[in-house]
Each structure stands twice: as C-alpha cells, then as structure tokens.
C-alpha cells in the first residue's frame, strides 16, 4: 500500500513484512531528495534509562509506565547518488531496502551519526562490507573515541571492511554546518556521544534535519528537555545540545527526523511553555512543512 499527497513535502507510506499496513517505511520528498525513515525495530522502552525523572513526571508523561521503543535508519536518493544515515542493527534496513528496489551495492555512502551498535550493526557481517561500494563517513571525533580512546572492539570490526573508504570529517556548529556531499550537511550535536553529528537535507527551499539520537522518549524529552538518558556520554552536553537544537527546528521551521522517535519519526517541532510539542507527519495532513 502507498499513498501519497502533496503539500510542502510529498509523504508516502508502504507496508513492509513484519509491520502494520501503514508503518515500516515513510517516504517524504525533500526538494530533489527523495528520503525514506526505516523502522529496523520497535519494542517497549524502559523509562528507567531516563536520568533525574521524578515519580510525579513519570506519572504524567508516560502514565502506563513504558513506551514504545524505535530503532530507524534512513535511505536518501537524490539526484546523483544514494545514501544511508545509520544502519540499525543490520536486520529489517536490507529488507526494506529490498522492497524499495536498491540493492546495498547501489549504495554511494553510509553516513554516520554515531558508533553505538544499533546505528552501526549493518556496516559488516563476518568481515564482509554489506555495502560493498560505499564510503563510510563519521565524525573525526565519534571514529578517534570508539577505536582509540574508548577501543571498543565492535567500532573497529564495523569499519574494518571499509579501509580506505572510512572518511572523517569535522563537524561545524548547528546552523552551519559541513558539507559533505551537495545538499547534504553535517552538524555537531556532541553529547549523546563525543561525536554524535546530525545531517540537515536542503533542496529547493526546502530542508528536513536528521538529528539522530538527540532524543530517546520523546513524550518525556519534547516537554522536558533537559532531562537526559543513561545510554548519554555526557548527559549535560546532551541536554544543552538537545534545547539548541530543538531552538533551532522551532525558529526555522525545519521539519526533523529522529531515530528513535515514533514511526513516521518525522514532523514538526512547535514551542509549548517552557518545552516542545512534536507532530508527526501524515499523508492525510494539508498543511506546507518548508524550511
């Protein structure tokens, strides 16, 4: 099933097996990028991971007392190459991929937001490259952490197969950004992990900002977003990261995608009091959503 509407960016939505009839992959044109979010995995989430959040917030925010948990990855085509941002834990990404007509060796570039294992778990599989054409880039940073300060042996064996064609970059502040491919930017969102980068997709007026895991349960970090989560290097840097950005969707009006927010994962972010509202997408909706 796939439908479609136009409005500021064209979403589209197709059921995948193993998922609900309206949830596995949506589809937003972005400009001349035409991106699609991936569920690689839901679950139920412990709050437990949430770091400061008292009884009474948690009676609020997530009164059942869990959450639906996500894992997303994303695949972007524009009108030159093809790309990956993240590759889950190397399960549901190849299906999905599949379904979408790519094969892993059509992909150009697997673009990193960090090197935790649910973001890098489809790089490799027994030392093969699963996306054998591709250069693989990360943060300078995230790549000297995970494989030399922190020597984490599953970063090292992720990249391995990749050689020569692992790229490192510096990333620039939020609203600047480096420009790895054409439309494409790199942002530092340090905190989550040392080098944790998130990716803003511009064309043709219009842009959609990949921030990756700036947050993990969103009924919580959307209202209070100071409060962090233990899966944060820096819970601090990652709450102070998190309230810049988030600043920064709301002042441009830059719709953002998440991978660990509900499917579609990707919406508008609003100011509400002190905190933030989110709205998902939805291919019934009316409304413009350009940058």
Known sequence: MKREIMWGIVCGMAAVQGFAADEGIFTCQVGEF????????????NPSILLGASGEVLNRYIPGGTYRSEVNTLLIRSPDRILVIDTGFGGSIFEHLKTLGVDPSQVDAVLLTHMHG????????????????????????????????????????????????????????????????????????????????LYQVESKGQKLLIWGDLMHVQDVQFPLPAISVSYDTDPQAAGIIR??????????????AGMHLRYPAIGRVTAEGAGYRFSPLTTDAAEGVDG
């Open 243 to 256: 309230k810049q950005v988030l600043d920064y969707a709301v002042q441009n009006k830059i719709p953002i």
């Open 118 to 197: 649910d973001h890098i778990g489809g790089l490799q599989k027994g030392g093969t490259a699963l996306f054998p054409r591709a250069s693989v880039y990360l943060a300078q940073q995230e790549k000297a952490y995970w494989t030399e300060t922190a020597a984490n042996h599953g970063a090292v064996a992720a990249l391995a197969p990749y050689g020569s064609k692992v790229r490192t970059f510096l990333p620039r502040p939020i609203g600047a950004g480096e420009e790895l491919f054409p439309g494409i930017r790199a942002m530092a969102a340090f905190g989550h992990t040392p080098g944790h980068t």
């Open 34 to 45: 035409t991106v699609h979010l991936l569920v690689e995995n839901q679950g139920q989430g």
